[in-house]
């Protein structure tokens, strides 16, 4: 796993690489003021495209349907490489979020002081993010007949998604596959549709 990703980075590494090359013979084919008015317009192009992934977030924040909450509770059982992993694949899924312009509205429960996983998430940029954060769990912050417990211990695939129900990820990072803990917890907490997602199936 630690090579495939290795070799992902370096094959990103390498596009960045050949789009700046690419860049630079453009540029140097211009005279000084196609030069200027190119690197203008690439300048307001990229200004413009902060301003809609903003505009795009703000709306999923105010009113973007399906709600998506992560899970954030299992922070005290994980390590400090665990907890890295949980708020780096949180930042993935909020700039999957952005980049796709997606409505989903997405939620942080359990992100309290006392939480371990909040200074990962914080040193990750999350304050700068527009996403809900909840100190309480997810739990106490949804109706519970909303929850869609997700978990790869579920019985059960999930077969349609409805913008009424709130879709919840366990926010683990587990390296010794402690099964059970999304289960168990949603078990305690009397949560009533539990679903997988249909990966053997896909």
């Given at each position: 796993?630690?090579?495939?990703k ?26 000084p003021q196609e ?6 317009r690439v ?14 977030l703000?709306h999923a924040?105010d009113t ?16 400090f ?7 780096k694949q949180?930042?993935m899924?909020y ?7 997606s ?10 002081e006392?939480?371990p996983?909040?200074q990962?998430l ?14 309480e769990?997810?739990?106490d ?5 909303q ?5 790869p ?9 409805h913008d009424?129900?709130?879709?919840v990820?366990?926010?683990?990072v ?5 099964k059970?803990q ?17 990966i053997?199936?896909?």
């Amino acid at each position: 796993q630690d090579l495939l990703k290795a070799q992902k980075r370096e094959k990103k590494r390498a596009r960045q690489l050949r789009r700046q090359e690419a860049r630079l013979e453009h540029l140097d084919k211009l005279g000084p003021q196609e030069r200027e008015a190119f690197l203008a317009r690439v300048k307001a192009e990229a200004t413009q495209r902060r301003l809609d992934d903003k505009a795009s977030l703000q709306h999923a924040f105010d009113t973007g349907r399906p709600r998506v909450a992560i899970n954030c509770s299992f922070g005290d059982g994980m390590d400090f490489k665990e907890l890295r992993s949980l708020a780096k694949q949180a930042q993935m899924a909020y700039t999957a979020v952005r980049d796709l312009r997606s409505p989903i509205q997405l939620h942080l429960t359990s992100v309290g002081e006392q939480n371990p996983a909040r200074q990962a998430l914080e040193n990750i940029g999350m304050p700068g993010w527009i996403i809900h954060t909840h100190d309480e769990s997810v739990w106490d912050v949804f109706d519970p007949s909303q929850l869609v417990i997700l978990t790869p211990d579920a019985d059960e695939d999930l077969e349609e998604v409805h913008d009424d129900k709130v879709y919840v990820i366990g926010g683990i990072v587990d390296r010794s596959v402690n099964k059970l803990q999304s289960l168990e917890q949603a078990q305690r907490h009397g949560a009533a549709c539990l679903r997988r997602l249909p990966i053997r199936r896909h």
